[in-house]
């Protein structure tokens, strides 16, 4: 079911001559990679590292069990998370994996240039201007620094049963469990407005995971990878959101209560 992604990087460009056209190989952006395993259906498996919740020196085991697992992508972030030792735990990480690593920041202070990229959230089920456009502009002159990789993504909060961390965080409502035309349409607009990705999340820890019927719906709407997270605890629940549409689905909670859950 997954197919874990060919890491392409540090390649040496061709050797100059003077007689032949020179070829210099293309270094494929993590980007790129997601959208050719979309156009193989080839499934990615994200896990989600909440730098509050790992200590560095168990940084080297939880990798370990990460590298043995299905994992194609490892994502790091958290809702309130002030990235005191991100940069500490990203370099233990790429020390111990060659998995591509995205941040996925609740805030600017949150990026690391030790990542490899970052998913540039805008939270599009909301209608809160810090996390529209604030936090994005603030983002800008911290990024600027940084080689990461930024990649847009459309991010929608969808009611999972009780108030989540990103709900509080970010003073904004989920959308309706039930409407799942409206955040189908959601999901449409973000495409439309330049978003390279959907995230569409119930939110960490949730109760109820996202409704697979709007996978489906939004899946079949859109035509930009679709990356579904939030209340998933179960193997056959991954699968059954790749069933129905996800091209990347992302384990944060289930992991981090049991490192052997892919075993
Ligand atoms: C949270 O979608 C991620 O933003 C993962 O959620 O922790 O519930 O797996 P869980």
């Not at 060659?98 to 490899?116: T, V």
């Amino acid at each position: 079911m997954f197919a874990p992604l060919e890491i392409i990087k540090n390649k040496k460009s061709a050797t100059i001559s003077k007689t032949r056209v020179i070829r210099v190989p293309k270094i494929m952006s993590i980007y790129q990679q997601i959208l050719n395993s979309k156009a193989k259906s080839e499934k990615l498996l994200a896990i989600l590292i909440d730098p509050d919740k790992v200590a560095l020196e168990t940084i080297s085991d939880l990798v370990e069990k990460i590298n043995q697992s299905p994992a194609t992508h490892i994502l790091v972030g958290g809702s309130s998370f002030e990235g005191n030792h991100l940069d500490e735990i990203i370099i233990q990480l790429k020390q111990n994996t060659k998995l591509p690593i995205l941040l996925f920041p609740g805030n600017p202070s949150q990026i690391s240039a030790e990542a490899d990229g970052i998913l540039f959230l805008q939270l599009l089920s909301g209608r809160n201007p810090d996390y529209l456009i604030e936090h994005q502009v603030e983002a800008v002159p911290i990024l600027e620094k940084t080689n990461l990789e930024v990649i847009s993504t459309g991010y929608i909060l969808v009611e999972s049963g009780s108030e989540t961390a990103v709900e509080r965080v970010s003073k904004t409502k989920p959308l309706d469990r039930n409407n799942i035309d409206y955040v189908a349409q959601t999901a449409k607009a973000s495409e439309y407005i330049g978003n390279k990705l959907i995230y569409l999340e119930a939110g960490s820890g949730a109760k109820k995971a996202v409704p697979l019927e709007m996978i489906s719906a939004v899946s079949k709407k859109i035509s930009i990878p679709l990356i579904v997270g939030g209340g998933i605890r179960s193997k056959i629940e991954i699968e059954n959101a790749f069933n129905s549409g996800a091209d990347l689905v992302v384990i944060g909670t289930a992991f981090e209560n049991d490192i052997n859950f892919f075993d």
